[in-house]
């Protein structure tokens, strides 16, 4: 707004800009030279309470031509000034002839007011001149500025939210898995629970149904035995049923090809064995697709979730121990039932070696090859049709369950990061507390040479926390002569 512009609007916009001027400037506007002031400056301190509105007026944006009328006469504007609430008394006479010097908005003034009308656009200004009462543009301003700071306020809470809980579900999903020492410790008759083909059951309710035949009844005591345990010795799935595609009727017509179990004690563990045949009068048990008809289905209605193992207990087994366990694409497979069958003296034939012989290659490296071998697995060279065919058949006799992830860095960066701020937190807090404490005796001030200004803006407060400052202040041990209380009406005070 150049200066003819503002010589048309009320006397008390000028007081405005030139109480403005005076403290922007460092009094570069000589009041002495205004005339119509009665004070030695050139203006009334008042003035120098509105200096905020007068800039907020500069980057609001916002005109002041519908707030005012400048055909008024100096006599009407000095009586129109008395009725505005801009710390310009009645009783005064404001200045009516003033030079009015137009301030340059800074870079960040300007970017501050576009962010401000970025974020409350969607408020009108007619809503809040007319239903919140605000006429003045430099009020609608500030409110703006306030709602604006508000609304980053709320944006900040809500990223610091979502990275202390939203973001560690992102990188790191929930997971229902167990591992087996978990599953152990769920043997009680109300929290029963057991792993089969690396999935785990809750087997709390099915114990108490009733199951088997009145002349061999499974009794709730009996299927305790089960609870904690992994029980696929007592379920073992014949290997043509659970591999159709690698072993051919001819070679089992009737089923009857099991895997030797290498652990002779999990055998003993349980008091029944679910093989196809055990029991002639057992319409499911006499059935060849057992398993896959009855035992998956009635299982499935009391899955809750995978079996998972520590990575670093599994390369262990097959660094330490020369065991068949093995790792691909993250899914975990135990192929010692398998070389445990080949070994076995009464299994002769190529029958019997019916996954591909680089399985058996990558699996038999007596400990000497990597744990993960997806990338072995990936490199052998098969059409799809035979890689499915023995992936299906491994998923079905040979998995156990997953790698247990969720103590990786992944799982864990958001617990390191939160308490990384924490650290941090408390780092700042000790050395406030270091620094507060007073370990040598009070040391007098000495006597200034110079003024000591004491500076304080007000913008709120009432007259009982003024009273309390300014008493605060004369209280200090300075001299009274060097001392200066300068008081800054910032505000609706």
């Given at each position: 707004?150049?200066?003819?512009?503002?010589?048309?609007?009320?006397?008390?916009?000028?007081?405005?800009?030139?109480?403005?001027?005076?403290?922007?400037?460092?009094?570069?506007?000589?009041?002495?030279?205004?005339?119509?002031?009665?004070?030695?400056?050139?203006?009334?301190?008042?003035?120098?309470?509105?200096?905020?509105?007068?800039?907020?007026?500069?980057?609001?944006?916002?005109?002041?031509?519908?707030?005012?009328?400048?055909?008024?006469?100096?006599?009407?504007?000095?009586?129109?000034?008395?009725?505005?609430?801009?710390?310009?008394?009645?009783?005064?006479?404001?200045?009516?002839?003033?030079?009015?010097?137009d301030?340059?908005?800074?870079?960040?003034r300007?970017?501050?007011?576009?962010?401000?009308?970025?974020?409350?656009?969607?408020?009108?200004?007619?809503?809040l001149?007319?239903?919140?009462?605000?006429?003045?543009?430099?009020?609608?301003?500030?409110?703006?500025?306030?709602?604006?700071?508000?609304?980053?306020?709320?944006?900040?809470?809500?990223?610091?939210?979502?990275?202390?809980?939203?973001?560690?579900?992102?990188?790191?999903?929930?997971?229902?898995?167990?591992?087996?020492?978990?599953?152990?410790g769920?043997?009680?008759?109300?929290?029963?629970?057991?792993?089969?083909?690396?999935?785990v059951?809750?087997?709390?309710?099915?114990?108490?149904?009733?199951?088997?035949?009145?002349?061999?009844?499974?009794?709730?005591?009996?299927?305790?035995?089960?609870?904690?345990?992994?029980?696929?010795?007592?379920?073992?799935?014949?290997?043509?049923?659970?591999?159709?595609?690698?072993?051919?009727?001819?070679?089992?017509?009737?089923?009857s090809?099991?895997?030797?179990?290498?652990d002779?004690?999990?055998?003993?563990?349980?008091?029944?064995?679910?093989?196809?045949?055990?029991?002639?009068?057992?319409k499911?048990?006499?059935?060849?697709?057992?398993?896959?008809?009855?035992?998956?289905?009635?299982?499935?209605?009391?899955?809750?979730?995978?079996?998972?193992?520590?990575?670093?207990?599994?390369?262990?087994?097959?660094?330490?121990?020369?065991?068949?366990?093995?790792?691909?694409?993250?899914?975990?497979?135990?192929?010692?039932?398998?070389?445990?069958?080949?070994?076995?003296?009464?299994?002769?034939?190529?029958?019997?070696r019916?996954?591909?012989?680089?399985?058996?290659?990558?699996?038999?490296?007596?400990?000497?090859?990597?744990?993960?071998?997806?990338?072995?697995?990936?490199?052998?060279?098969?059409?799809?049709?035979?890689?499915?065919?023995?992936?299906?058949?491994?998923?079905?006799?040979?998995?156990?369950?997953?790698?247990?992830?969720?103590?990786?860095?992944?799982?864990?960066?958001?617990n390191?990061?939160?308490?990384?701020?924490?650290?941090?937190?408390?780092?700042i807090?000790?050395?406030?507390?270091?620094?507060?404490?007073?370990?040598?005796?009070?040391?007098?001030?000495?006597?200034?040479?110079?003024?000591?200004?004491?500076?304080?803006?007000?913008?709120?407060?009432?007259?009982?926390?003024?009273?309390?400052?300014?008493?605060?202040?004369?209280?200090?041990?300075?001299?009274?002569?060097?001392?200066?209380?300068?008081?800054?009406?910032?505000?609706?005070?």
């Open positions: 707004m150049n200066q003819s512009e503002w010589s048309a609007t009320p006397s008390y916009m000028g007081d405005i800009m030139a109480s403005s001027q005076t403290i922007n400037n460092g009094g570069h506007v000589n009041r002495s030279q205004i005339p119509g002031t009665g004070h030695p400056m050139g203006a009334s301190p008042t003035y120098g309470m509105v200096e905020r509105q007068a800039n907020a007026m500069y980057a609001s944006g916002e005109t002041h031509h519908d707030d005012v009328s400048p055909t008024k006469t100096p006599s009407e504007q000095t009586a129109y000034n008395g009725n505005l609430n801009t710390g310009i008394i009645g009783s005064e006479k404001a200045p009516v002839h003033e030079t009015v010097q301030l340059e908005i800074t870079r960040a300007r970017t501050w007011t576009f962010i401000t009308w970025l974020l409350t656009w969607w408020i009108p200004s007619p809503f001149k007319w239903c919140g009462g605000m006429r003045r543009p430099d009020v609608r301003m500030a409110w703006r500025e306030k709602v604006a700071i508000c609304i980053i306020i709320f944006f900040i809470w809500c990223v610091l939210l979502f990275v202390i809980i939203g973001l560690g579900l992102l990188l790191c999903p929930k997971e229902y898995v167990w591992t087996m020492d978990e599953i152990a769920r043997n009680a008759a109300d929290d029963a629970m057991i792993a089969m083909r690396g999935r059951y809750d087997i709390t309710q099915f114990m108490n149904q009733k199951h088997g035949l009145k002349t061999y009844e499974a009794t709730k005591e009996l299927m305790l035995l089960y609870a904690g345990q992994d029980v696929n010795a007592s379920f073992p799935i014949a290997i043509r049923t659970a591999c159709p595609s690698l072993v051919s009727q001819k070679a089992d017509p009737k089923y090809m099991y895997l030797s179990v290498a002779i004690t999990a055998l003993q563990t349980f008091p029944f064995t679910h093989k196809v045949g055990t029991l002639p009068s057992s499911e048990l006499s059935s060849q697709s057992f398993y896959g008809k009855y035992v998956i289905p009635t299982m499935d209605k009391f899955k809750k979730g995978d079996v998972v193992w520590d990575y670093d207990w599994i390369k262990s087994m097959h660094k330490d121990q020369g065991k068949y366990w093995r790792v691909i694409n993250k899914e975990v497979f135990n192929l010692e039932d398998y070389f445990a069958t080949m070994d076995y003296p009464g299994n002769t034939g190529n029958k019997w019916f996954l591909n012989d680089h399985i058996a290659n990558i699996f038999d490296d007596k400990g000497a090859g990597s744990t993960d071998v997806t990338k072995e697995w990936s490199s052998i060279p098969w059409g799809a049709k035979e890689h499915q065919a023995n992936y299906n058949c491994m998923k079905n006799l040979f998995y156990v369950g997953r790698v247990d992830d969720r103590k990786t860095v992944r799982c864990l960066f958001t390191y990061m939160l308490l990384a701020f924490a650290c941090v937190l408390m780092t807090v000790l050395v406030k507390f270091l620094a507060a404490l007073q370990f040598g005796s009070k040391n007098r001030p000495l006597t200034p040479n110079k003024f000591v200004i004491c500076q304080v803006p007000c913008y709120t407060e009432d007259e009982a926390s003024l009273l309390k400052t300014i008493d605060s202040l004369a209280g200090l041990e300075y001299d009274d002569k060097h001392k200066l209380i300068f008081i800054i009406c910032d505000g609706n005070i």
